[in-house]
């Protein structure tokens, strides 16, 4: 079966950094896309940031310069190194197993504030 873990996440205050981690399972990970996604309290889930299994990556236009996706083909992880955060990067966020077959991890939580 397919697992997925996050780990990384946590407070934070405005202007810092952070670096989530995923770990995948169960797949030949490499020959997957794999996204980050993340849902602010109260609002609709968006993808911020995705990489191809030929390591092209795309960002939300609200991340971009801020945060980086990438890959260790070796490791079967992804990783998201978010920096210079604001109040509104907080919310819970989410490992996605993207294509050709979907699969989530659990969430985790960001909190920006000071």
């Known amino acids: 079966q397919v697992h997925v873990a996050e780990s990384g996440g946590g407070l934070v205050q405005p202007g810092g950094s952070l670096k989530l981690s995923c770990v995948v399972s169960?797949?030949?990970?490499?020959?997957?896309?794999m996204a980050w996604y993340r849902q602010p309290p109260g609002k609709l889930r968006e993808q911020v940031a995705r990489?191809?299994?030929?390591?092209?990556?795309n960002y939300a236009d609200s991340v971009k310069g801020r945060f980086t996706i990438s890959r260790d083909n070796d490791k079967k992880m992804v990783f998201l190194q978010m920096n210079s955060l604001m109040p509104e990067d907080t919310g819970n966020y989410s490992c996605q197993v993207s294509w050709p077959y979907n699969y989530w991890g659990q969430g985790i939580q960001v909190i920006v504030s000071s």
């Open positions: 990489i191809s299994s030929q390591s092209v990556t």
């Open positions: 169960g797949i030949n990970f490499s020959t997957y896309t």
